[in-house]
């Protein structure tokens, strides 16, 4: 088993700047793929950022159409943490965000990829 908490979130003004944290712990070797998927009210959990587990690279990065430029994921192996730099926030990127982890070394985007998760953080960007 892993366990995935993710800190960090809060609320920030249109154009401001959040970093996301996600710490594993327990089975850490069992994963392979970390993903930060995201949850607006009323809409359906949708992929944000993944990046792949290596110990021995910097990892594979795949983000979302409507964030990439603006976000930046990062992972420090040692901690076992993911990071997720939002920058140039706005509005629609108020929202939970989850952190997810997979055991397959992919960078797909479904939720059904990913076996663990974290319980969430709030982002609330104010315009």
């Known amino acids: 088993q892993v366990q995935l908490v993710e800190s960090g979130g809060g609320l920030v003004q249109a154009g401001g700047s959040l970093r996301l944290s996600c710490a594993a712990s327990?089975?850490?070797?069992?994963?392979?793929?970390m993903g930060w998927f995201r949850q607006a009210p009323g809409k359906e959990r949708e992929f944000v950022s993944g990046i792949t587990w290596s110990s021995n690279s910097s990892g594979m990065i795949r983000y979302a159409g409507s964030v990439k430029g603006r976000f930046t994921i990062s992972k420090d192996n040692a901690k076992n943490t993911v990071y997720l730099q939002m920058n140039n926030l706005t509005p629609e990127d108020t929202a939970v965000y989850y952190c997810?982890?997979?055991?397959?070394?992919?960078?797909?985007?479904?939720?059904?990829?990913?076996?663990?998760w974290g319980q969430g953080t709030q982002v609330t960007v104010s315009s």
């Open positions: 997810a982890a997979s055991k397959l070394q992919t960078l797909g985007s479904n939720v059904n990829t990913y076996d663990y």
């Open positions: 327990g089975s850490t070797f069992s994963y392979a793929t």
